[in-house]
């Protein structure tokens, strides 16, 4: 029998985590994923649950301590939050060049300058380019699910990547909700123990990461983009799965809600998805004919997937809780890519992107409300007028 | 139910015959002709054995050794970041503690060693090693000390001599010791500040007999030991290849390198010499100092002459001998 | 939508890397890195002087010098020797000198490829 139980964003990873049956653990703390690990430790300290429990001494070490575990043959488990995910970013290509599919669980923030607790997804969106699997859950529950379903897509023989398990800070790390735990024996079927391809091992010796000539560089990069071309299909499998294991009703790459017959639609991913389905509810009741579509795997990022939902819409707006200063459309970077996604369509949607929930600000139903209004337009005339909206200060909007 | 952990006990040997004849850092590797560092690599990885797991931080002993795509361990081995050897080594500590208590892993607890040189030790790599000692991990952290940062090409390290010229720290009208800051000393930052620690040493590759016994009795002690190698280099301290044990011999018998035994606050000493040369001898042989003035020489001798004599260290210090050769 | 991705590669045999760049560990010697064609002179043992002290077999950082098997005699490999002449410096016997390496018909210098 399931457990229902209500829990935070933080206390679900937790407890996948716990029924991942992860072996080394290494923590740091920083706001707001720390509760991931206090919960953690006392699951451990109860004897609740087997692993080591490694004190990492900062967020580069909590990495490499996971890297080393993973490389041993443990499935390894750590985390982090806004400067700390950029601090370990030296490790991250290591690790996923290395081919050791170790899961760091993010509860996302706003990168300093300065101090700011509050959430935005830039942090590890800066890292997207090294070769992790990375995705947003929306609840708590999904949090729960993703934990496992990202174990076992990184942990497949063709993949064999490391993933980011991400969630918004506070909305969802933070704010409960309903969360169904699973039997073990049930989890234990899904997913069961980790397999490396070579691991450290005194009884078959390798030797992992030695120097190469500059020439052979493209040959070990190819590996990882080969890896995130299988993953699409292991993905869609690991995903329907879990549904049919727990009972759930996950998409494997893009969720539609209320889009059959829309005109424009909200593109985003994470927390505020949540704010967005009262928004469509409401914006239709007053007769616009409007959907979300919501992001579940940035990487791979699912371009046919993205693709083949977008086409059918008139005006879609990325709603971008990242940055990327300087970028092509000088905002955010949801946008590049499925701008990129949608170019060969032969009757393509205008896309646009909006500037909202940045630093750990909520975005507001007026936002939302103001949002339509601006893609409606969009829709009639076939074309946007801006590539970027900066929701609350752009002027006249 | 959990099966416990059980260790390796290496056994203490009493001379170059017992030094085992098998190779586990084999022949085939880019180091420099009489390259000290690759010296102690397999002198360690004879007191470590086969069921061992070495790290290589990134630096001579990473880049030399493995160039390219071949090793010469054939023991487990894997590269780590310069700045993140001791963090790697804890993971793959418990990592095995974790698969041996679950029967996953059905042998003995690996050796578990980290292969630092300067700055993976005690430079960029301070914090990672502080924190392995910290948390009482059972694996053994080696530094190889060649005095600066060879593998880009010898700039200066946090253990180059004062005086010690490095592309970093050359001389000049307004430099002129080119190197003006004294080095750390490396297993006194580990020593008395880390609970879990009971094992200290410095051992030298002048010295190998020594070196595979120090290293044994670090891997034996239950949890985290450190052990400092002086390990010479011809190319950064500039001199003939053929004199890398002379050199590291005349370290030790001009106090600019002591051998020594930190046990559970206890310091025992090895080769101290009768007399104290002046470490002018030492400085002689090295092209690296040769830019150094009488003056420069003696604040060395200075500084040298305080360390030998710090307190703390209960050993009769024998009268240093004649500042000038005769 | 067709999918626009290439899924046949062809990786040329020299810039083949394992997956994730994990090699096997080599057993006995790394023929991937050969030496011997570094030095310009090598050691000459004389038997009768040595006093098998084992300093050459200790402090040579290439492992060039070993026990034969029947633990009588020293032996001397050519194929990673880089001549450093660290082993003559340190034999306490006078057993070991420096030849030039041209001097000998297999001397690296003379292959037409050393490896």
């Not at chain 1, 290395?98 to 509860?107: D, E, K, T």
């Not at chain 1, 997207?128 to 990375?134: S, V």
């Not at chain 2, 301070?126 to 010898?154: C, K, P, W």
């Not at chain 2, 000049?172 to 297993?187: I, Q, T």
Request: hydrophobic share 35%; proline share 7%; net charge neutral.
């Amino acid at each position: 029998m399931a457990k229902e139980t209500v829990m935070a964003g933080c206390s679900a990873a937790a407890h996948a985590a716990k029924a991942a049956r992860v072996e080394v653990i290494s923590s740091y703390p920083i706001r707001p994923y720390t509760g991931i690990m206090m919960e953690l430790s006392k699951l451990v300290a109860n004897g609740d649950l087997d692993a080591e429990f490694v004190h990492g001494e900062g967020e580069h070490a909590q990495v490499s301590i996971a890297l080393g575990a993973s490389a041993s043959g443990a499935r390894a488990y750590t985390g982090s939050s806004g400067v700390g995910v950029t601090y370990a970013m030296e490790v991250y290509s290591p690790t996923a060049g290395g081919r050791y599919p170790l899961q760091m669980s993010i509860a996302d923030r706003a990168l300093d300058p300065p101090g700011d607790f509050g959430s935005e997804h830039t942090d590890v969106m800066s890292a997207r380019d090294q070769g992790w699997i990375m995705g947003w859950a929306e609840t708590p529950q999904e949090v729960f699910d993703n934990t496992i379903m990202f174990y076992k897509i990184g942990e497949d023989s063709s993949v064999m990547l490391p993933q980011f398990c991400c969630q918004d800070g506070y909305f969802v790390s933070h704010i409960p909700g309903k969360v169904s735990i699973p039997e073990q024996s049930q989890v234990d079927e899904y997913l069961p123990a980790y397999k490396p391809h070579l691991p450290l091992d005194p009884t078959r010796p390798s030797s992992h990461g030695p120097q190469i000539y500059p020439d052979q560089g493209s040959a070990i990069d190819i590996q990882r983009a080969i890896a995130m071309i299988n993953t699409p299909k292991v993905i869609e499998k690991a995903v329907a799965d879990f549904n049919k294991q727990f009972g759930r009703n996950y998409s494997p790459f893009v969720e539609e809600y209320k889009c059959d017959d829309a005109d424009f639609v909200f593109f985003l991913q994470g927390a505020h998805c949540r704010t967005a389905r009262y928004a469509v509810d409401h914006l239709r009741k007053q007769g616009a004919k409007v959907g979300m579509v919501k992001l579940r795997f940035v990487r791979p990022f699912p371009t046919e997937a993205v693709a083949e939902s977008l086409k059918k819409f008139k005006a879609v707006g990325t709603i971008e809780t990242s940055t990327s200063y300087g970028g092509a459309m000088k905002g955010g970077n949801l946008i590049h890519e499925v701008r990129s996604a949608c170019y060969d369509l032969p009757k393509g949607p205008a896309i646009t992107s909006f500037m909202a929930g940045l630093g750990g600000e909520v975005v507001t139903l007026e936002e939302f409300y103001k949002m339509a209004k601006i893609l409606a337009e969009a829709a009639k005339k076939g074309a946007i007028d801006q590539y970027v909206y900066w929701v609350n200060f752009d002027k006249g909007i | 139910m959990a099966t416990k952990v059980q260790t390796q006990e290496m056994e203490i040997i009493k001379n170059m015959r017992q030094i085992p004849q098998e190779e586990l850092y084999v022949p085939g590797h880019r180091t420099c002709a009489g390259c000290g560092p690759a010296l102690c690599y397999k002198l360690v990885a004879k007191a470590a054995g086969k069921e061992s797991i070495f790290l290589g931080p990134t630096g001579c002993m990473y880049v030399a050794n493995t160039s390219y795509l071949c090793t010469p361990f054939a023991m487990p081995w894997t590269h780590t970041q310069i700045t993140n050897g001791g963090a790697v080594a804890s993971g793959i500590e418990a990592a095995y503690q974790v698969l041996i208590r679950k029967g996953k892993y059905k042998g003995k607890l690996p050796n578990i060693v980290v292969m630092a040189g300067d700055g993976g030790a005690i430079d960029i790599g301070l914090q990672a090693m502080s924190a392995m000692m910290y948390r009482g991990h059972d694996a053994l952290f080696v530094m190889y000390d060649n005095e600066s940062y060879a593998n880009t090409g010898i700039q200066t390290s946090p253990m180059t001599p004062y005086g010690g010229k490095t592309t970093f720290t050359p001389p000049g009208k307004a430099v002129p010791e080119g190197k003006k800051l004294f080095p750390k000393d490396a297993p006194q930052l580990v020593i008395g500040g880390h609970p879990a620690v009971h094992y200290v040493a410095t051992a030298s590759v002048g010295y190998p007999v020594d070196l595979i016994n120090k290293v044994r009795k670090g891997l034996n002690y239950k949890g985290p030991s450190f052990v400092h190698i002086h390990s010479p280099c011809p190319k950064g301290w500039i001199f003939d290849a053929k004199d890398t044990i002379k050199v590291a011999k005349q370290a030790v018998e001009c106090g600019m390198w002591t051998n020594y035994e930190w046990e559970n606050g206890e310091y025992t000493y090895q080769h101290i010499p009768k007399t104290y040369k002046p470490v002018k001898e030492f400085m002689k042989g090295q092209e690296r100092f040769n830019h150094l003035t009488e003056e420069h020489i003696a604040k060395m001798q200075a500084f040298i002459t305080a360390k030998i004599k710090a307190p703390g260290k209960p050993i009769e210090i024998p009268v240093l001998g004649p500042r000038e050769e005769g | 939508m067709s999918k626009k991705y290439n899924e046949n590669f062809n990786i040329p045999k020299h810039l083949e890397v394992p997956m994730g760049a994990v090699i096997p560990a080599p057993v006995k010697e790394q023929p991937a890195m050969k030496t011997g064609n570094w030095r310009t002179e090598r050691p000459v043992i004389d038997h009768e002087k040595c006093t098998l002290c084992l300093n050459c077999f200790a402090y040579c950082p290439d492992s060039s010098w070993h026990l034969d098997e029947k633990g009588e005699r020293m032996v001397w490999n050519p194929i990673y020797c880089k001549g450093c002449r660290v082993c003559v410096e340190v034999c306490p016997a006078d057993a070991l000198r420096n030849e030039n390496e041209m001097d000998f018909k297999g001397g690296m210098a003379r292959l037409d490829k050393p490896y």
